[in-house]
């Protein structure tokens, strides 16, 4: 399960609508895919369709999609928002990576 904090939920929500998608019915998805300078790279869009292998569930009223691969390196992760003159936007707290670069957007196991 990916949990999803309070300032995470706001800022998705706003961004979802944005962008023409529905918070109450639509998703946000979350993956991984390879590349970023430790090895792995995190990767959010947002999305309105169901593939096969996908997970779904709901954390703190936000729709989240993971394809089956990337859940296994995303299980217990917490999606946050940090804002702010510093902020850097998304930021993944996982407890799986063994590394992760300066910029958080990419991890090792």
């Known amino acids: 399960m990916i949990k999803v904090s309070d300032t995470?939920?706001?800022?998705?929500?706003?961004l979802m609508i944005d962008e023409g998608?529905?918070?109450?019915?639509?998703?946000?998805?979350?993956g991984v895919k390879?590349?970023?300078?430790?090895?792995?790279?995190?990767?959010?869009?947002?999305d309105n369709k169901k593939?096969?292998?996908?997970?779904?569930?709901?954390?703190?009223n936000v729709r989240i999609i993971v394809d089956k691969?990337?859940?296994l390196y995303l299980v217990g992760t917490t999606l946050e928002?940090?804002?702010?003159?510093n902020g850097k936007?998304?930021?993944f707290n996982n407890p799986n990576?063994?590394?992760?670069?300066?910029c958080g957007e990419s991890f090792s196991l």
């Open 21 to 30: 998608f529905d918070a109450t019915k639509d998703f946000v998805r979350v």
């Open 97 to 102: 990576a063994n590394r992760t670069c300066g």
């Open 34 to 46: 390879s590349g970023g300078c430790s090895g792995l790279s995190y990767d959010l869009t947002f």
């Open 51 to 60: 593939e096969e292998n996908d997970k779904v569930f709901e954390e703190n």
């Open 8 to 14: 995470a939920k706001k800022k998705v929500v706003a």
């Open 81 to 85: 928002y940090s804002g702010g003159l």
């Open 69 to 71: 691969k990337s859940f």
């Open 89 to 91: 936007g998304f930021v």
